[in-house]
């Protein structure tokens, strides 16, 4: 079986990790997984929120939302109807936890970090993009802030990298990294977080249609085993480039 | 290594299912894991909401919610707030979604179950138990449907059962139904939904201190289908009482 | 005239009051007039709202709200529509003001007890039992704060104790503690507040279809004087049982 | 004892109502109860909520609101703070019920009538000079209807006449019509809301400081009667000038 | 053309000021441009908000608002709705830039004045009449202060006066302090906020139906410059009466 | 006097229209003016809104909002905070207003286009860069959907060009198109849009610190229609090129 785009089952659409994109955020990212784009912003700030004053600890939090019009149809402003849908809290947490996962938050002290995940168009797997794009822009956050000494000498906050990547069956089939239309013909969707070292920090499959059983769900994971690693070799590539010219 | 209250690591706590617990509810079931106890409601209504009128197909969705002293410290309830939590609403999807996977919506026909879900006390599991308790109360409330004709002869919507639990890495050892003073140390929190059959409904793992390699991920997987079955057994015996003379 | 349950027009349904239902909070009550069934717990925390700091005086509030399917038809959630209603509002505050009007808040010192009142199941008269029931719930928080020397040795907060009930004219005939039924077709309801000496903390009155006379008026506090002196033993009598084993 | 404005204890304070006061309401009233002034609107329109077309009746009802510097220090207003308070929708119910106490909804026919009550200056009573000059808006609202065949011959939706007089308790003494510095000292506080014919509607009674006994209820209904009898005098006489030019 | 009211083209209609209408607040004025009416209340505090603590320098802002009927059709409260409209943050923003213009917030010293401009009954021109009404508020407001010490001795918080009008071209012609009628027919509409001394705060011009041309814009700011010179000699006539007696 | 970034008062910073940049709607500008970067999408879809059915007339709406770091220290997500703020409010009712004065709503027939206005980076001048590109991309939209004959044949919906353009006097020189940081030290600021024919459609001048005389009006009017005349012939430019390909 031949994908849409032609891809093999195992394969990641065109990856772009585009570092520095907004002159004002510490840190700054546009990734594309496909026609999948993310603008994530890393906002570094001194001080923490008031119930973590005193610890000694910083904190890391992320901010997920799509434009109204990043999907084939408009959807409507949540800052419009005045609250915030369930899958917009679900994917905000879901990233948090993601990068927290890397996080030393004693090293990073008292500072605090807010990655702003912003979906300028959605093609499937758009919070695997804001994932791995995240963590990149989270790393010149954190660079950033070690040059301008608001990190100790010696500290190190992030103690790993992590990606994401999203796994499910198509008529059958297991694929890497679903596009829209391959996303909503899914049996299983699953959303798999990765460091790059290879272990697991978020495993979150779905049964859409059909539940699944442990066979499916072991090639699904090795899959995106697969797509993991591939993906943390992109940000180690991206990162290796001069260093972004941010704030 | 011995739990806090006895059990072996492949032990669930003691479960309850007292079905007719609401003389209002066309299905309703308290819910007891140990010392979590939900309350769990099947409203059956007549129609469908607006997207879904005219496709001849039904709907089943789910509110999960905790009351303010439900926990070892009183939370603010939600309602004074005005917003949901991002948590509460993650939790009442992930309930929507794992009863939707055995309902034959074909077959409801144009017809609404809400189950609602609010936790009276909690330690630990309340969205597993939420999952299992809610199962019974949808199977109480189609019962009742079919009785009063309110779903055509002949057609069983209802095309497996469901029910949940959750496992954790604790101190290095993989655990079945955490209690909450386990939730709190566990370096790995995963809840499971299975089918009656075995297979998965969902899957969420989360790395809450260390991420998790493949065989701790195998491990907590063979756990949780251990519960899962004595969950299926204990809703079967509760399903063969006498009917719950309801509504 | 005999009632749908063959209750006399002066007597209480059947009530109970079953202390020590949670196991977190400082004091708790299931209370059930008939098949009104009511959650009642009191959180004791140290501490008094900004607005009270430095007054050496305590603070004792109250919330209500109804499960969605406490009542026939399922309710909308008032955390999912956004906002409180007028009616849940009213009564929480009519039960904050009944109880303070028993507590000496200087006694209490500079501590604040929270009363939950969540009703499970509604038949009529939730308000009502209510404050019967968040009563009890009250002086158990109070002793187990005795216990923990939260209050200052030789002070006691409370210096009377509450309890209410409702009265209405149903068919020309004054009745005591109206079930749904019955307060449906009521031409006058009435919620009475006493103490349990006997004298009125609260008495609210309502023409729902026929506004009506003195004398009337005067058959209805007859009544609710006399449901009262019932509570109060009821509620006397519960306290007496062994002490409550709360958190 | 004389009072802060020489009144004797069972005298209103000077009351206007002055009816046409808004060019554009269909009935209208500045209503002062000394220094506390309400201007009260209502709005007749065509139709009904949805809940009750086809029933053929109409429906009547009030929103009480304050501005924000009606009182001596200035509140935050309720659209900036996004909710209503407790206390606004508490009265907005109690004006709402109290009207539709004298309205025959048959004879409305399919028509709604909305008063709005803005209370431009506050010095204690505003519920109950928004229920007495509120009852003269909505009667020069039905009159306009009538006028332009909104109801139909012959029908007359005001079955009666409705005021309502605050009393209480200060110093041991029972007092009609509370100033705001008699109020802040009242032991006990009643709203009553009478019929034209001397019958009740509304008691709603509150010890603020002290629980009261039958005595001091009974004199305190004796003043609130009187007052009540004295108001409908003063409506009667508004009505009966020139009628107002209205809309 | 004669218009319908028979003034003239650069005629104002009959402007009163009322100085000194609430009893509460530190300044008030009940304006009227023709049949709009606004309640225009000052109300000083000491203190400044937070984020302009320790500045040494004071804060003036303003709320605007419409009662529901103030209009022909009745329109919702924003409180029962819980937002605010677009329309009334526009204005409230547009009277509290107007008013700083002529306040030096470093003789007003760390104190507030928040202006609430309700609306009683409108008929066009609303904005403009608050803005005109709120200075003479807001300068009473300022001599109470200084009669009370508030503001130090030598110092002269408002260092101008001001005051707002509207005009618009109907029919091709530019007309002055358009009234509702004169309003909806308007192709522009022009806002111009001016000082005493003749310059402009604010000039904010609409092409309603046709853009407008440079002459046609020039013909409507001389319009308004005589419209605002003639507001601001009545400004100081209001002003230069005995002191009202406020608060 | 050189500015900061060497331009001359008259001069524009470089403005770049890509037309095209989404793959989803109608049609879709990324518009830059210097630094600040604003994505416009036009969502045209059938029907219009209830309260204008069935006039044959079409609506055409606008939204505006800045993404948190778009500028230099992070803000609130609206959506977060549950409110949309005045400032967003006023904006995006001001792009609504601007785009609307070149349509014709008839010949536009029962249709909707909303214009998305998304702030990527902010650096001064984020409104009048929104209404420039929101009407290439208005135009793309209604040339995609003459294509496909959602517009009756020979009917032209847009009516004329129009555009935007900030300016202000800075140090007494009257600067066109200015950026952040002139923007901060301005005296007065002042947004004009302009028809492509050089008529205009909204003057809105503010003193920020200063009032403005005539002449300095006169001054910025000058400069203003400047440069919507070289941004009318930009929008013209990027217009000429082949078409984009949307949707």
Not at 97 to 126: H, M, P
Not at 223 to 234: E, I, K, R, S, T
Request: charged share 25%; aromatic share 4%.
């Amino acid at each position: 079986m031949s994908r849409i785009d032609g891809r093999t089952a195992e394969q990641l659409r065109p990856v772009t990790i585009e570092r520095g994109w907004s002159k004002h955020a510490e840190g700054s990212v546009l990734v594309s997984f496909g026609d999948t784009k993310v603008l994530c912003t890393a906002s570094f700030t001194e001080g923490v929120p008031r119930w973590r004053k005193g610890s000694g600890e910083g904190w890391v939090t992320a901010e997920y939302s799509m434009l109204p019009r990043a999907t084939n149809t408009r959807g409507d402003r949540e800052s419009v109807r005045g609250r915030i849908g369930g899958r917009t809290h679900e994917i905000s947490r879901l990233i948090g936890r993601s990068l927290r996962a890397v996080v030393d938050t004693k090293a990073l002290g008292e500072n605090t970090v807010v990655l702003d995940c912003d979906v300028l168009q959605a093609d499937g797997g758009t919070r695997t993009a804001a994932i791995t794009g995240a963590y990149v822009a989270l790393a010149d956050a954190v660079a950033w802030a070690r040059g301008k000494k608001l990190i100790r000498a010696g500290r190190q906050p992030l103690i790993g990298t992590v990606g994401a990547v999203s796994v499910g069956i198509v008529d059958g089939v297991p694929l890497l990294d679903l596009r829209y239309e391959e996303d909503v013909r899914a049996d299983t969707d699953m959303n798999v977080v990765c460091t790059g070292d290879g272990r697991f920090v978020e495993v979150q499959g779905t049964a859409e249609a059909e539940p699944f059983d442990r066979k499916e769900l072991n090639a699904l994971l090795d899959l995106a085993a697969g797509g993991c690693a591939d993906l943390a070799a992109l940000q180690r590539a991206a990162l290796d480039e001069t260093t972004a010219a941010t704030a």
